[in-house]
C-alpha cells in the first residue's frame, strides 16, 4: 500500500512539474498554451511515467505537439529529477489520451438517440390505443359479468 500512497504522490507531482514547464519553460513552438496534461500514471517500482495529455486543435496540431513532447523529453525529465529528489528519476512516455474523441463519440451516439426518440414521439403523438384505454377490469365491471 505505501508503494501505491508513493507512485501516486510521485504521478501528482509528475503532472505539476510537466505542465509548469510546458507552460513556461519551453519555448518550442509546437508546445504552445493548446496542450495539456490530462494524468500521469507511474509503475510500482517507480522506475516509468506515462504522461497523458490532450491538444486543442487539428490533426497537425496533435502531431507537431507529439513530436514537441518526444524532443523535449529530457528537459521535462531533468525538471521532474530535481523537483522528486528521488534516486532514480522515472523515465517518462507521452501517450495522447483518447478522452476527448471518447466523449464526442458518446455525444454523437446521444444525438443520435435524442433524435430517434423524438421520431418516435412525433409518430405517437396522435395514436390511440388498440381497444380501451384501461384493458382491466374494475370490481364494478365484475358484478355485471356473467357467470
Keep these: ?7 501516486k504522490k510521485l504521478a501528482d507531482l509528475i503532472q505539476e512539474v510537466v505542465a509548469g514547464k510546458l ?11 493548446h496542450v495539456t496534461i490530462t494524468d500521469v500514471r507511474v509503475t510500482g517500482d517507480l522506475r516509468e511515467a506515462t504522461v497523458f495529455y490532450t491538444v486543442y486543435g487539428d ?10 513532447l518526444q524532443s523535449a523529453k529530457g528537459i521535462l525529465r531533468s525538471a ?4 522528486a529528489g528521488t534516486k532514480f528519476t522515472p523515465t517518462l512516455t507521452f501517450v495522447a489520451d ?12 446521444l444525438d ?21 384505454a384501461d384493458p382491466y377490469r374494475k370490481p364494478e365491471d365484475e358484478d355485471s359479468a356473467p357467470e
Design 23 to 33: 507552460q513556461r519553460g519551453i519555448k518550442d513552438p509546437r508546445l504552445g498554451t
Design 59 to 68: 490533426d497537425e496540431d496533435r502531431a507537431s505537439a507529439a513530436a514537441g
Design 98 to 109: 483518447a478522452l476527448p474523441e471518447n466523449a464526442r463519440a458518446i455525444e454523437d451516439l
Design 112 to 132: 443520435r438517440a435524442r433524435a430517434s426518440d423524438a421520431k418516435v414521439r412525433e409518430a405517437s403523438s396522435g395514436a390511440t390505443y388498440a381497444g380501451d
Design 1 to 7: 500500500m505505501a508503494d501505491n500512497a508513493r507512485a
Design 80 to 83: 521532474v529529477g530535481a523537483a
